[in-house]
């Protein structure tokens, strides 16, 4: 009966950090639906409105790892619980802003306190299910949430918008926020470090968090301001600098704040470099299908959230147990290789879309195929990725991948748009209409994520190691 209630009680701790990472993950889309409002609001110029996005993206990216190896060595509940705590004042503050100023500093204190909360949260899932098939459909769950988020952000984005005004997609994490907070004092476990009396690595944390946040602060410019530009050019080779002096200091420091010898773990490197490529394709779908919905099938804000349900649903059906009996019967990497072969599909098709194209046949057959390919690749990614790391790493291992699919997703986004601009710019000078242009510089993006893809699931087929799971305890786990 005591093991039953501790068996319930996991199993709602899970529930709760979810909770929290969606809040985080509903936030970096949510907004995107909201900017008309927000820009004739508040007087935002076309210019200076990215920077309601930026400045979320920035702190979001660059703080990842730090938060994460702050986890694993001050605690990963306190630090969760002080991750939410700062995302909910700040969204707030968003709610309440009537400035510009005011909303971009509290947008970049939320993606400060989402970078903590995603950071340590795969890592206090990875503590409380150490069987290898709870652990299973545990990671399915949560990567429902990360692969799902971002499609259902546009749907509340939209609805919220609608209903009330953009100050809600905001205010809507108050209630949210202090319900994860309780929650998760009563029922997620406080594992605490061995050692509370770790030095921090001081110049290190300095280096590697100037370095990311330099580099994404040139990748979500470089469009703007042009990627031969000084500007761009110039930060791009400060972050690498400083990320070359990171590694310096990392090897002469007797207690490093990111130990090199983890990227000798050959599944983490390898599902590092697949979730580059496979987030820098799933980042441009959301961004290009939506602006092909709405600039060239003029679908409203509400229309373009419900054309990503039929995705999002696929893959909470994948996500909540389908998934951990794909890698229980299959292992890791055959699951992981059909659902990016089938990401692939899915992009391959929406890089044929027309310019008077129809919901039913040019939409939702790529949007069912890259939902199948994203809810059966992502469980057995983030299994592989953390599937040699010791406990007391897992928090550094977690800000690895999730760094991974940040920076990958920011990069990918914007070479991927600045092609596509390229092209639409091209074709315009060539006497093409507007309609035509744009669509054709979509089409060569949507190519461009259907090679990301392809990529990814080749170098996971090839290099991940993988052992079969013991089909017989999930298979018990999951009745």
């Given at each position: 009966m005591l093991s039953l209630t501790l068996d319930r009680k996991r199993w709602s701790a899970l529930c709760v950090l979810c909770l929290g990472v969606l809040m985080i993950v509903l936030d970096s889309t949510i907004v995107n639906v909201a900017l008309p409002s927000i820009r004739q609001d508040l007087g935002f110029t076309e210019t200076s409105l990215v920077w309601v996005v930026n400045a979320y993206m920035l702190t979001f990216g660059g703080f990842l790892l730090l938060g994460a190896r702050f986890g694993d060595l001050y605690g990963h509940r306190k630090l969760f619980l002080i991750g939410t705590m700062l995302f909910t004042i700040a969204s707030l503050a968003c709610g309440l802003a009537n400035t510009q100023s005011l909303l971009i500093i509290a947008r970049a204190v939320q993606g400060l306190g989402g970078a903590v909360v995603v950071a340590v949260a795969l890592s206090l899932i990875m503590n409380m299910f150490p069987n290898d098939a709870e652990r299973a459909k545990a990671m399915g769950v949560y990567g429902f949430v990360c692969a799902g988020g971002g499609s259902l952000g546009l749907l509340f984005g939209g609805m919220l918008t609608d209903a009330f005004g953009w100050h809600w997609i905001f205010l809507v994490n108050l209630p949210i926020g202090i319900a994860v907070y309780a929650l998760c004092v009563s029922l997620v476990p406080n594992i605490r470090p061995k050692s509370t009396a770790v030095q921090v690595d001081a110049w290190g944390a300095i280096t590697v968090t100037m370095s990311l946040v330099l580099a994404v602060y040139a990748i979500v410019n470089g469009n703007h301001r042009g990627w031969g530009s000084i500007e761009t050019l110039g930060l791009l080779v400060a972050a690498t600098f400083l990320f070359v002096v990171f590694l310096i200091i990392e090897r002469r420091v007797p207690r490093p704040l990111v130990p090199l010898s983890i990227f000798r773990l050959r599944n983490l490197t390898i599902a590092s470099v697949v979730g580059i490529l496979w987030s820098a394709g799933m980042f441009a779908w959301f961004f290009i299908s939506a602006l092909y919905m709405q600039l060239i099938l003029g679908f409203e804000a509400m229309q373009v959230g419900l054309a990503f349900l039929p995705s999002s649903l696929i893959m909470a059906v994948f996500?909540?147990?389908?998934?951990?009996?794909?890698?229980?019967?299959?292992?890791?990497?055959?699951?992981?290789?059909?659902?990016?072969?089938?990401?692939?599909?899915?992009?391959?098709?929406?890089?044929?879309?027309?310019?008077?194209?129809?919901?039913?046949?040019?939409?939702?057959?790529?949007?069912?195929?890259?939902?199948?390919?994203?809810?059966?690749?992502?469980?057995?990614?983030?299994?592989?990725?953390?599937?040699?790391?010791?406990?007391?790493?897992?928090?550094?291992?977690?800000?690895?991948?999730?760094?991974?699919?940040?920076?990958?997703?920011?990069?990918?986004?914007?070479?991927?748009?600045?092609?596509?601009?390229?092209?639409?710019?091209?074709?315009?000078?060539?006497?093409?209409?507007?309609?035509?242009?744009?669509?054709?510089?979509?089409?060569?993006?949507?190519?461009?994520?259907?090679?990301?893809?392809?990529?990814?699931?080749?170098?996971?087929?090839?290099?991940?190691?993988?052992?079969?799971?013991?089909?017989?305890?999930?298979?018990?786990?999951?009745?």
């Open positions: 996500s909540l147990g389908l998934s951990a009996r794909l890698v229980a019967r299959f292992g890791i990497r055959k699951p992981l290789g059909v659902g990016l072969l089938l990401g692939t599909v899915g992009f391959a098709l929406f890089a044929r879309v027309p310019v008077n194209g129809n919901l039913l046949t040019d939409i939702f057959p790529s949007m069912i195929l890259l939902g199948l390919g994203a809810g059966m690749a992502l469980n057995p990614l983030l299994i592989a990725s953390m599937s040699d790391v010791r406990p007391s790493e897992y928090g550094l291992a977690s800000g690895i991948i999730n760094t991974a699919f940040m920076m990958g997703g920011a990069l990918g986004l914007a070479i991927i748009v600045s092609a596509s601009d390229t092209r639409t710019n091209h074709m315009l000078a060539s006497g093409a209409t507007a309609d035509v242009a744009l669509t054709a510089g979509y089409q060569l993006a949507f190519f461009a994520g259907a090679f990301c893809a392809a990529a990814a699931g080749l170098c996971g087929v090839l290099f991940l190691r993988t052992r079969t799971l013991d089909s017989t305890r999930i298979a018990a786990s999951g009745n």
